[in-house]
């Protein structure tokens, strides 16, 4: 179960709010709303794909952006469930040859399944990076010879998706209406966390029960979230969750949120909040001072696990002259960590910086899907409340036309 | 060699910043500006140091915060060097169960070598940890028995050095007048990298030329760079690296910015600014919507690796419909990333985003070390155009003092 709780005093309209989403969701302005749905038609479909690759080592996801941190935040979510086999999965993202090579260091790529993960099929950074494992696999060209070691995963009709057809790869589609940094429930996600172990179908349910909770009474309160969030003065928000596992969550929403709501609204008018991932108490030491006496310009999102299922306890250990730091033995460690939260929730509230806070069950599949939904259908509230398109990206194409001009391309 | 453009026009006084960092220095307002010098005399310390630790599989680093942002970010910058030996380095900071579980599974605790860093002598998450790793290491108090395996950085007389000091645990002690964020070129940093095989007097001495050349006539522009950004009106400032190896780097910046510069002024005034780290080109694919399009809010400093010392090219494949993709072909992965870095300035730049930019030569010690003072002199001058205190941490008494109340202690 995921709860939340907002400590402002914000009124919304919580039917105007599942209306608008709703009509987002029937003129498939994003396919991520039905998601849940679509793609538990795949899960037969992937689990026939798994056991065809089972002969592998590991698993290699070449992928950017979208492409990845779905993927890469729920490996990290993850890892410490004993369904978690043990093969290496490791992601080929960024053209930095450095990280290259020591991704490739860590595994055999003979023996390795490869998914290269690119909406439009022609990711820069991935197909050049496609073609360096060819390379290393002795290959000139993609031939039947390596097809079986391969999925492409892309839109239906795009240019990698022509070449798998014409070479035999397996291939999953990306449903046209979902946008990258919206794909971590599609193929993107589920095809390379089934290989890993990972019960994708429990990811599907929690996001399911989630998305329906929003649209039969908003038990988390999304729709007065939203409203705080689009209409106070605040450019920051901040989200501080209290548990390692989170490392590479955060970046999935950083990417959701920067990108999605960063945009010009229907005046041109420049709108959209900076982003950023904090993890407790680690961060208390790093970015806590800012938010107690920097400007107040953040709002803060606390997130808490209930149940981290480890029994780990501070020992009833006293050293002599640091007794003043017994008050924690025999405590476990969760309690202290959750603690941790809460005290700092309470340092950030008497600041005057709004806050409101989540709370998991446990770190599962089931709730990382939750998660995953819950931030979605924030980010569309809010864009519906900002008037952006909160599903494309007009302004990364600049910087890729510069590239191209400057190596040497046409740059379109 | 370490080179910065401002793509900006700002005049700034040199003397005066000059002068306002020599009072700084003069008064041991912060020791960070002489650990170049006075932690040369320790490198001989160190030295013995690791040759009576030679015999460890592994080393343990626990601390949080400053204790352990510094270490990190070097060893994750300099990993790939070879004289980077292949004993495993494990962080323990969070009190998070799961993290803390699986970082112990990675060695084997009673062939490990232990630091435990904190400059109070007494931070909670690391005490905690420690009586944690006693007691699996069998010991119910720190005695002689174990005392081989532990050595305590702290500053002199807290009560972690007497611990120490009552049980011959060997000690190094942080400079009183450096405080965590500022002590990565103390013991802090120094000791656990030497023992993994870094070369730190080569740190030392990057760190010293960069500090020496700003005293000399700043071909940094530290003394431009820090004039604009304490006067205009921008309250994010971002860091975009285009190298993974400053993945753990720009975590090490954000605490140094947030919490040095988010401060109540003279006036009381809140100021400071918000930091974020990204790394290019990823991020280009995550936050850089936002740059573009959104709140002209922030500025961005590019850094870019002149030379990544990998022979690594996109092989000269083509790859059927897909041929719009190779004009990168046999072009090197490091041409491409840094001219990502360049088509991305140029994209920020026009869309009116104050932009400057830092290039190193190499990620070695050297460089580090220069970027490390480098980030340390900015921070103080903007403090000082601020008029803040830089170097303390008020703000996050109020939460420990909560947790105190919370969990039963005295809420001193």
New interface residues.
């Given amino acids: 179960m995921i709860s939340a709780r907002l400590h402002y005093e914000i009124k919304s309209n919580l039917k105007a709010d599942q209306s608008a989403l709703k009509a987002e969701r029937e003129k498939k302005s994003s396919g991520y709303y039905d998601l849940v749905d679509s793609q538990v038609a795949l899960l037969g479909e992937i689990e026939t794909f798994a056991k065809k690759t089972a002969g592998f080592d590991a698993i290699v996801a070449v992928g950017?952006?979208?492409s990845s941190?779905g993927a890469k935040a729920a490996d990290r979510f993850l890892?410490?469930l004993p369904q978690r086999n043990n093969r290496k999965l490791i992601f080929l993202?960024?053209?930095?040859?450095?990280?290259?090579?020591?991704e490739l260091d860590k595994i055999n790529l003979h023996r390795s399944f490869i998914f290269i993960i690119s909406k439009s099929?022609?990711t820069?950074?991935t197909?050049?990076i496609?073609?360096?494992l060819?390379?290393k696999l002795g290959?000139?060209?993609?031939d039947s010879s390596c097809a079986d070691q391969f999925a492409f995963i892309t839109d239906e009709g795009s240019?990698?998706d022509?070449?798998g057809h014409?070479n035999s790869v397996s291939r999953f589609h990306i449903p046209k209406s979902v946008g990258?940094r919206f794909s971590a429930l599609s193929a993107v996600g589920l095809a390379p966390l089934k290989l890993v172990g990972y019960d994708i179908e429990k990811m599907l349910e929690g996001a399911q029960a989630t998305r329906d909770d929003f649209f039969k009474d908003d038990p988390l309160s999304i729709s007065a979230k939203s409203s705080f969030i689009a209409s106070c003065d605040k450019?920051?928000n901040a989200l501080f969750a209290?548990?390692?596992?989170f490392e590479e969550f955060v970046?999935w929403y950083?990417?959701l949120w920067?990108?999605s709501?960063?945009?010009?609204d229907k005046q041109k008018k420049?709108?959209?909040?900076?982003p950023?991932g904090l993890?407790?108490?680690?961060d208390?030491?790093?970015?806590?001072?800012?938010?107690?006496?920097?400007?107040?310009?953040?709002t803060i999102t606390f997130i808490k696990v209930r149940d981290?299922?480890?029994?780990?306890s501070?020992?009833s250990?006293s050293?002599?002259?640091?007794e003043?730091?017994d008050?924690?033995?025999n405590?476990?460690?969760?309690?202290?960590?959750n603690?941790?939260a809460?005290?700092?929730l309470?340092?950030?509230k008497?600041?005057g910086a709004p806050c409101d806070e989540l709370a998991i069950d446990r770190?599962d599949e089931y709730h990382l899907g939750g998660l995953f939904i819950y931030f979605e259908l924030l980010t569309s509230l809010v864009g519906v409340k900002l008037g952006v398109n909160t599903y494309d990206?007009?302004?990364?194409e600049?910087?890729?036309q510069?590239?191209?001009k400057?190596?040497?391309?046409?740059g379109q």
């Fill in positions: 950017i952006g979208g941190l890892r410490h993202e960024n053209g930095d040859p450095i990280a290259l090579s020591a099929g022609s820069i950074e197909i050049s496609f073609k360096l060819l390379s290959k000139s060209a993609l240019p990698l022509k070449l014409n990258g450019s920051v209290y548990s390692n596992s970046k950083v990417q920067g990108e709501l960063g945009k010009l420049r709108v959209g909040f900076t950023t993890i407790g108490s680690v208390q030491h790093s970015f806590l001072q800012l938010i107690m006496e920097g400007p107040l310009d953040k981290f299922k480890r029994n780990l501070i020992p250990i050293l002599t002259g640091l003043k730091n008050y924690v033995n405590q476990s460690f969760e309690k202290l960590i603690a941790q809460d005290a700092t309470q340092a950030v008497s600041a770190l990206q007009p302004g990364v600049l910087g890729k510069i590239l191209e400057t190596l040497g391309g046409k």
